[in-house]
């Protein structure tokens, strides 16, 4: 199969589009998914960087998160999948913790059953690609700040796309009672658009000096020592980025099926968007340029591979 492989840390210049990479052999709970869609995400240059060199897995690796594609072939544990079903999902289960050696950013790709979900009737499979990772780091990061309803929340980089679906969660999925997000100039109407009450360009006012208080800020940025001082009196702050001081705490997601099929109904109904930067989505020989352009920070939302061969 073609596949985009790496068997050196480094920047974008080490991927290669390889045309004879062995398709992938299945174990018993897992599926292969011809994948139809990937999506890009910052974990995934993090990781082609070395950040994880201690726990990753060996050379060479096809990177990917986040697939969208059709069931060809089932493992003799696999209860629910059926071949032709269209999934969607983040294959690796533990993102930072011995990822899989074989990515999405292939024509093939073997899953667990555990960490998918069908996809959702009414959307496309670039639009599915782009919510995994994504929709449930936001979401577990919402049920792990014991975020509920009435409660407030300020989401550090709005328009990223975690950012992006921790202000619809939160509005329309948790019931907020007030939704503040930062941006650049330019994107401050997305943020209004996708729920937020109170959008903040942060090139013309740092949001920490400000006088409102928040009882969830969720930074989705890495800008920590600023996100704990937005925090209320009895407020938390949550970080996927790394490290941050009290009153906050990070994680780091565990990808499961079960979160994506809990947001399905808000999917289906609409009222949780994808999403997407103009540029997307990028024909599978152009990896490179997108994972380029991701990593310059000036992306809005997401960006997918499609289509793949």
């Known amino acids: 199969m073609k596949a985009w492989q790496y068997d050196e840390y480094g920047s974008v210049d080490v991927l290669k589009l ?83 050696q074989f990515g999405t950013l292939a024509e093939y790709t073997a899953v667990e059953e555990k960490v998918l979900a069908l996809k959702p009737k009414n959307l496309d499979f670039v639009q599915a690609a782009a919510l995994p990772l994504a929709i449930e780091t936001a979401y577990e990061g919402l049920e792990r700040a014991g975020f509920s309803e009435g409660k407030s929340i300020l989401v550090m980089n709005g328009a990223g796309g975690v950012g992006s679906f921790v202000i619809q969660l939160a509005k329309h999925v948790f019931g907020a009672s007030k939704v503040a997000a930062t941006s650049s100039t330019g994107k401050l109407e997305l943020l209004k658009s996708l729920g937020a009450d109170v959008a903040i360009d942060y090139t013309k006012e740092n949001f920490e000096d400000l006088p409102d208080k928040y009882d969830v800020v969720y930074d989705a940025i890495g800008q920590p020592e600023k996100a704990v001082k937005a925090v209320n009196e009895t407020g938390v702050a949550v970080s996927i980025t790394g490290p941050i001081p ?64």
């Open 246 to 309: 009290p009153p906050g705490f990070s994680f780091v997601l565990t990808s499961s099926g079960s979160f994506l099929r809990k947001l399905s109904p808000y999917l289906e109904s609409g009222k949780i968007k994808v999403v997407f930067d103009p540029k997307s989505p990028y024909p599978f020989d152009k990896v490179k340029e997108a994972y380029s352009y991701l990593e310059s920070h000036r992306a809005t939302g997401k960006l997918v591979i499609y289509p793949i061969p």
């Open 18 to 100: 390889v045309t004879d990479v062995p398709v992938p052999d299945i174990k018993d709970d897992q599926v292969l998914v011809k994948v139809v869609a990937a999506a890009l995400n910052p974990v995934d240059y993090k990781r082609r960087l070395g950040y994880f060199k201690a726990t990753d897995s060996p050379f060479p690796v096809i990177p990917g998160y986040d697939v969208a594609g059709i069931v060809v072939k089932v493992g003799s544990q696999v209860k629910e999948l059926k071949e032709g079903d269209e999934v969607y999902g983040d294959i690796h289960e533990h993102g930072l913790d011995a990822p899989k």
